[in-house]
DNA sequence: CGGCCACTTGAAAACCTTCAACCTATGTGG
DNA sequence: CCACATAGGTTGAAGGTTTTCAAGTGGCCG
């Protein structure tokens, strides 16, 4: 899939640094080594594979996910200018798939081993503000999945993120019927049917805003 | 609204500083300013408002867009650790609005005036770690809307994110009818049938993969 | 030319939204 | 302390949108 060879640049002499930074750059500040050309189909990287960064040069990347069923969701694109795995940094792994939709060139960012110190400033405030702008992160996972399945999985969502103690403990939805639904894009009269329905398959317990994981028998 | 005092700390000193940094913290390496809490209801700050970043203490905070129909969608959530108005710094104001959801407290980072240069290096280390690892931005602006809206909406978000030279070009998408459906959450015959419409409107002109915004009138 | 893949179209079924009514909890003023 | 007002929550039925299934078309490459 992928031929040739990978050479070590610095942004400031790439032609094309403009359309990556968006502004000119000095010299020695952004250090990064251009992979070889992917064709369309080829894969930059895999679910799974080690960290690393990469920034999309010309092209298109598609990022796909593997879910649990074994079926695959396309979670975001890349176009020239974008990012691609910022996420393995805080994961250890990369979070989805990314291949190319057409014909693509992309660079790979050294991060100068994370914890190493100030010295990258320039670079990692470049990053940052980039991350900032991003325009999508894995967008919404349980887009076009059922109501019930949408609303199942916020609410384990919010239970990860909330640092609960014990998985058993009931905890209270800060959100109101029409806030969950405002934000999975459902009616508040289908999130409260889900809750319904969720609760009578024992997958969670609801009294109000009062939900508990799992049913009695988990 | 908000009422009481803000005080200047450092991460450091704060005994729940492993809640927001998840791990212990030199001194002097993160220096952030502590918000009168927010009841419940509260706003952080409006969708337009000026610059800043926060993280959260305790408590939840909703995120909401104000949409140009007058209606609100909410957008996001954060949870205690978790950053707020990260955007702003590369959109020079606030994506959203943010309200407390339930009683909560915030601290304000001051993002050493961006530009100049290594001083912060560690500071902004730990935010883009905690940005590449934050569970959501500003999810999908289009769950909810008709599958119509949604496949306008993606053509008009890719066509900008292209650096397209003349709005009038028409352009080609590299994803497939499958894709673009796997993306929205939609079956690929409603992104067909989607297009159609969209195309019979003349919001835009579609042959293939070939798309033209606004129709011959625009 | 044949095969494959993407794309398109039609009809039935499933799902979600909408509308409307009603219920419950909470908090306020009398 | 009770009556009432309000906001959130719940339930049912009708209607619209989307999915699914099935069949057929078009282009590209061996």
Redesign the pocket.
Known sequence: MRAGTATETDCAWCPSNRRCWGEALPSESVHARREPPLERGARLFEQGDAAGLYIVSSGCLVLRVSQPDGSQRVVGLRLPGELVGLESYAHGQQMYTAQAASPSTVCRLHLPALGAGAAHGALLERLLLKSAAQPERASAPWA?L???ERVAAFIENYSQRAHLSAREDPFKLPL???DIGSYL??????V??A??HLSQAQRLA?R??TVRLGGPAR
């Open positions: 076009g059922p109501a019930v109101t019927r029409a894009g459902l009616a508040p009269e289908t409260v049917r809750l319904g609801v109000g805003r």
